[in-house]
Nanobody, 116 residues
Framework: QVQLVESGGGLVQAGGSLRLSCAASGRTFSSYGMGWFRQAPGKQREFVAG????????YYADSVKGRFTISRDNAKKTVYLQMNSLKPEDTAVYYCAADVSNIYYWGQGTQVTVSS
């Protein structure tokens, strides 16, 4: 069982920045595929950014490329999402996810609200 706890959400003006954190449990964090997803009101959950488990490469949704950066600190068992140049359309609940040998775990989510 892997537990994920997100933090760092909040209210920010358009053009501002936030950094989300996701702390994970488990002894082999460095082998986990990790990612961030988001869900806006009335919309489906969508992929934002992630590390591919097979090769560790990062990949991003087109809507956040050049603005968001995913990173990880394996010693701290934490993955981060640095969000810059935020837009009102980035408003959503952001979820951290872990791919542990094709078993997927989710955090509880953290609210990000971007005001115009």
């Amino acid at each position: 069982q892997v537990q994920l706890v997100e933090s760092g959400g909040g209210l920010v003006q358009a053009g501002g920045s936030l950094r989300l954190s996701c702390a994970a449990s488990g002894r082999t964090f460095s082998s986990y595929g990790m990612g961030w997803f988001r869900q806006a009101p009335g919309k489906q959950r969508e992929f934002v950014a992630g590390f591919r488990r097979s090769d560790g490469n990062t990949y991003y949704a087109d809507s956040v490329k050049g603005r968001f950066t995913i990173s990880r600190d394996n010693a701290k068992k934490t993955v981060y999402l640095q969000m810059n140049s935020l837009k009102p359309e980035d408003t959503a609940v952001y979820y951290c996810a872990a791919d542990v040998s094709n078993i997927y775990y989710w955090g509880q989510g953290t609210q990000v609200t971007v005001s115009s």
